[in-house]
């Protein structure tokens, strides 16, 4: 994780598309049209991401491994303007990244409208 979040920050795709298996799957449950399969797709992903959000960084804030599989919380620092969290799957093999499913959702605003009605002030 180490080296894809150094490749993601340095903006580097050779690094990038290096860490992923040939096999590797990106699964996006709540969003199955950002699917992902391979190495190359993944390259031409984060191209389109870097072009658009050229100040974004990448950070992973807590993890628990276990077997071949990280579990990881996630911050993508403006990704298209807004901040991203949420909880990234990865499951490698040999080095390599295989497999992933994403849960990442855009940041609310702290003043922003929620369903229920607005927020309760905090003490």
Not at 53 to 64: E, F, L, Q, R
Not at 80 to 99: H, P, Y
Request: with cysteine; aromatic share 8%.
């Amino acid at each position: 994780m180490e080296r894809l979040i150094g490749a993601l920050n340095g903006k580097d795709l050779d690094a990038i598309e290096a860490c992923f298996g040939a096999d590797f799957v990106g699964e996006w449950p709540a969003h199955p049209a950002r699917d992902v399969h391979g190495p190359e797709q993944v390259r031409r992903n984060w191209e389109m991401i870097f072009k658009t959000s050229p100040d974004i960084t990448i950070a992973m804030t807590n993890s628990v491994e276990v077997g071949d599989e990280v579990w990881g919380e996630w911050h993508y620092t403006r990704a298209a303007g807004q901040d991203l969290r949420g909880v990234i799957i990865i499951t490698e093999s040999n080095g390599l990244i295989r497999r992933s499913r994403f849960y990442m959702e855009p940041v609310d605003a702290a003043d922003s409208a929620v369903p229920g009605g607005p927020r309760l002030a905090r003490d």
